[in-house]
């Protein structure tokens, strides 16, 4: 997809961030990156800006980038509704080259933004790049197990259902045309990558991983 079929969709994206399954992913994450006091934090494919809202107060600086030029606008509406457009930028941008030099940032974050590309190494890849020597960082992306099947089934359990449960079942069946990654596999990934200290966190029963791993000091 191009930023031009993602800007037909943010009104879905924004309403897709605010369900309750989504929503408690992102919390999670947030938990998981510890505080962001005093540090310089990118989300690529920030989306409309909602999750890093959630360190917005105690983070230095937050730069957001995505492909979509109307998602860069609703993140800029989103920080100022919020009166913290002095310490937010967003920018149109392509995760696999970001408009930014080397070790720019203590904390990178991308959550279902890397098993969406031709190739996901390349955009983690870059995020190395713009890391500070043992900066992080933390990604979202659907687990192998992602699937219409195990959605619809964790959707059930959870009793999800309108809105909420549709989301899910379209990220999962997005999911089973792009990229998945096993905790081992994405392990593998990183470390080829340069990245030390690798975490994952199972959520969404495991539908989902979080992966969380520092950059190598002169890497």
Same mark, same amino acid.
């Given at each position: 997809?191009?930023?031009?079929?993602?800007?037909?969709?943010? /009104?879905?994206?924004?309403?897709?961030?605010?369900?309750?399954? *989504?929503?408690?992913? %992102?919390?999670?994450?947030?938990?998981?990156?510890?505080?962001?006091?005093?540090?310089?934090?990118?989300?690529?494919?920030?989306?409309?800006?909602?999750?890093?809202?959630?360190?917005?107060?105690?983070?230095?600086?937050?730069?957001?980038?995505?492909?979509?030029?109307?998602?860069?606008? &609703?993140?800029?509406?989103?920080?100022?509704? %919020?009166?913290?457009?002095?310490?937010?930028?967003?920018?149109?941008?392509?995760?696999?080259? *970001?408009?930014?030099?080397?070790?720019?940032?203590?904390?990178? *974050?991308?959550?279902?933004?890397?098993?969406?590309?031709?190739?996901?190494?390349?955009?983690?890849?870059?995020?190395?790049?713009? *890391?500070?020597?043992?900066?992080?960082?933390?990604?979202?992306?659907?687990?192998?197990?992602?699937?219409?099947? #195990?959605? &619809?089934?964790?959707?059930?359990?959870?009793?999800?259902?309108?809105?909420?449960?549709?989301?899910?079942?379209?990220?999962? #069946?997005?999911?089973?045309?792009?990229?998945?990654?096993?905790?081992?596999?994405?392990?593998?990934?990183? %470390? #080829?990558?340069?990245?030390?200290?690798?975490?994952?966190?199972?959520?969404?029963?495991?539908?989902?991983?979080?992966?969380?791993?520092?950059?190598?000091?002169? /890497?």
């Amino acid at each position: 997809m191009n930023g031009e079929e993602f800007d037909e969709l943010v /009104s879905f994206f924004d309403s897709m961030a605010r369900t309750t399954w *989504l929503k408690k992913v %992102h919390d999670h994450l947030k938990e998981v990156t510890g505080s962001w006091s005093e540090k310089d934090v990118l989300d690529v494919g920030c989306g409309t800006g909602r999750l890093l809202l959630r360190g917005a107060e105690e983070a230095n600086r937050l730069v957001g980038v995505d492909l979509s030029s109307e998602m860069v606008k &609703a993140s800029i509406q989103q920080f100022f509704f %919020h009166e913290l457009s002095g310490k937010s930028e967003f920018i149109v941008a392509d995760a696999e080259n *970001l408009p930014f030099g080397d070790q720019s940032f203590h904390l990178a *974050l991308s959550t279902c933004v890397m098993f969406l590309l031709p190739d996901p190494a390349k955009g983690i890849s870059e995020v190395h790049r713009v *890391l500070k020597d043992d900066g992080q960082i933390v990604m979202l992306n659907p687990s192998g197990k992602m699937s219409q099947e #195990n959605a &619809a089934s964790y959707a059930k359990e959870h009793d999800i259902s309108g809105f909420e449960r549709t989301a899910l079942l379209k990220w999962s #069946n997005v999911s089973t045309r792009r990229h998945r990654y096993s905790t081992d596999e994405m392990t593998e990934l990183l %470390h #080829n990558l340069k990245f030390t200290d690798v975490q994952h966190h199972e959520v969404l029963g495991g539908l989902a991983i979080i992966s969380k791993a520092k950059k190598a000091q002169n /890497s």
